[in-house]
């Protein structure tokens, strides 16, 4: 085995993101090496790069070295500590975690505990599995939060991102009723997933989105400066809340003493990514993949991530 691995790294959002090599480390207590397949990108990604609370948190708790951004990974274990529960050649799905001291997931391969792995059955490939691990573990944190159950209404600000796209379609089962806000390119996509669609170019948005409420969530994956707290809160049931992904500073003092608006990012782990993968592998969930980049062009992946206008996901092949 080679002693060195290949990884994207930049200094800063200024510098672009560029493929160099660093030493392999030895496996610790419960950890696998996987051979990464496929790379699911995710605005955390690119928001890492450029400050914010996570890179400052990275630097006080993350590995030293070069800052390799990225969480969501799917490959094939290709060596493991003996006493790891994941085999070598098991194919599985997962996500890095700098608070563990692990480089992220722009890599050739990984290494990460084998309870922040599931495996893959035989019928899902690694692209699908890839695009799953952070969109799918923030929707379920939202409906985790928000105490989502049969009957009860959600509204999805930003309906076809991938996050959005996993609400609209792991919400269906639970027998919630599901309104996707987007544009009008979207609205055919996110009207066959179950939901009902406003286009947010054609009228007053939050005005026809009160003809179908009040909500239980107000989902939004688009951020306050597009959809402010102020027009959200009138939309709540009782008891309902507001789950913000991306999170700006005005919204801090809301979080901090608004019960009903909630920071939510999903961590992913084995418990969260098992359910996803079954419900992948039964049809009831899917992935739409908005456009492949080589590792070594991981710095248009994150230009395409930050125009706003990706329907699923940005994926990078090692």
């Not at 060195?4 to 160099?20: I, K, M, N, W």
């Not at 919630?176 to 054609?202: E, M, P």
């Not at 009228?203 to 102020?230: C, I, M, Q, S, W």
């Not at 019960?259 to 996803?276: D, T, Y």
């Amino acid at each position: 085995m080679p002693d060195s691995l290949s990884v994207a790294t930049s200094a800063s959002a200024t510098e672009p993101l560029r493929v160099v090599s660093v030493p392999r480390r030895p496996l610790e207590a419960r950890e696998v090496r996987v051979k990464v397949a496929a790379i699911g990108v995710n605005p955390v990604d690119w928001k890492m790069r450029s400050g914010g609370p996570l890179r400052f948190l990275h630097r006080f708790v993350g590995p030293s070295g070069p800052l390799v951004v990225g969480v969501d990974f799917a490959g094939e274990v290709i060596e493991a500590a003996p006493d790891a529960d994941l085999k070598v050649g098991a194919r599985v799905v997962g996500a890095t975690d700098f608070s563990r001291g692990q480089l992220g997931s722009y890599a050739t391969e990984v290494v990460v505990r084998d309870d922040q792995c599931a495996l893959l059955p035989a019928t899902v490939g690694f692209e699908a599995a890839a695009c799953l691990p952070v969109p799918g573990a923030t929707a379920l944190r939202a409906f985790e939060v928000s105490k989502l159950s049969a009957g009860k209404r959600v509204l999805m600000l930003g309906a076809s991102g991938a996050v959005g796209l996993a609400t609209l379609e792991l919400a269906r089962p639970l027998g919630a009723r599901v309104v996707g806000v987007c544009s009008t390119r979207n609205v055919a996509l996110v009207t066959s997933l179950g939901a009902t669609a406003l286009d947010y170019t054609r009228g007053e948005v939050f005005k026809e989105a009160a003809a179908h409420g009040p909500y239980h969530l107000v989902f939004n994956a688009v951020g306050t400066d597009r959809y402010p707290l102020a027009a959200c809160r009138p939309l709540l049931a009782p008891g309902g809340v507001i789950a913000l992904i991306v999170v700006r500073g005005a919204d801090v003092p809301a979080i901090a003493f608004d019960g009903r608006v909630k920071s939510i990012l999903g961590r992913p782990n084995r418990k969260n990514l098992e359910p996803l993968v079954a419900a992948l592998a039964r049809g009831e969930l899917t992935t739409r993949v908005e456009a492949r980049f080589p590792l070594a062009e991981a710095e248009q992946a994150h230009r395409l991530s930050e125009g706003g206008k990706v329907v699923g996901k940005v994926l990078l092949l090692p």
